[in-house]
């Protein structure tokens, strides 16, 4: 079954050097009603197969026609390409990543130079996840940064837009812009990505 998370806007708090904050939450079934209610400035979709994925997408498009931002979890390369192929998406989330509880694969990052080119022709960012290699140990999270370090290479290279994003439902789970831009260039991003990747992302 497929899950819409959103994010909801959230007093900026100049601790963290943003000026605006945004937390997610989960709710199912949105309306319009419930977007303009909420205040809801974009939906985040975890969808287990492709046809729901399209399906959530286009009721999503219908319901705020085009007004806010379509994100989508990512999953296999397939699942990926036909996601990228999508212009009405704004955000590829967690290419990296499976949508189901598999070992990680370390020879499958989720993306590749077409995908990335794809990507950039459609205008579709790429978004890293910091929240999941915090919540990581061990041989899965020395795995998972090798996918992330190796699809921002094929950014870099392709000029993709990248974004991080904590994806936190709480204060606590924040991080301040300057950890983030030192996290970002230690994953291998230049000066110049990792600044623009941390100012113009979401939290």
């Not at 990581?136 to 998972?144: A, D, I, N, T, V």
């Amino acid at each position: 079954m497929a899950k819409e998370f959103v994010l909801n806007n959230k007093i900026g708090t100049k601790k963290f050097g943003f000026d605006k904050i945004y937390t997610v939450k989960y709710k199912p079934n949105l309306t319009a009603e419930k977007i303009e209610k909420d205040k809801i400035k974009a939906v985040i979709i975890e969808a287990g197969d492709i046809d729901e994925a399209r399906k959530m997408i286009d009721k999503l498009y219908a319901l705020t026609k085009g007004a806010f931002l379509i994100i989508v979890k990512g999953g296999d390369d397939d699942f990926n390409r036909k996601i990228l192929e999508n212009n009405k998406i704004n955000i590829l989330l967690s290419p990296e990543s499976e949508h189901k509880a598999k070992p990680l694969k370390q020879r499958d990052s989720g993306l590749n130079q077409v995908l990335c080119r794809i990507a950039r022709e459609n205008n579709i960012i790429i978004a890293i996840n910091i929240q999941e290699i915090t919540e990581r140990k061990g041989k899965q999270k020395s795995e998972l940064l090798s996918k992330i370090k190796q699809n921002i290479k094929l950014c870099v290279k392709a000029k993709t837009k990248i974004i991080l994003t904590t994806l936190a439902e709480k204060e606590s789970e924040l991080r301040d812009i300057y950890d983030l831009k030192s996290l970002a260039r230690s994953l291998g991003m230049p000066t110049y990505m990792a600044k623009e990747a941390v100012e113009k992302s979401f939290l």
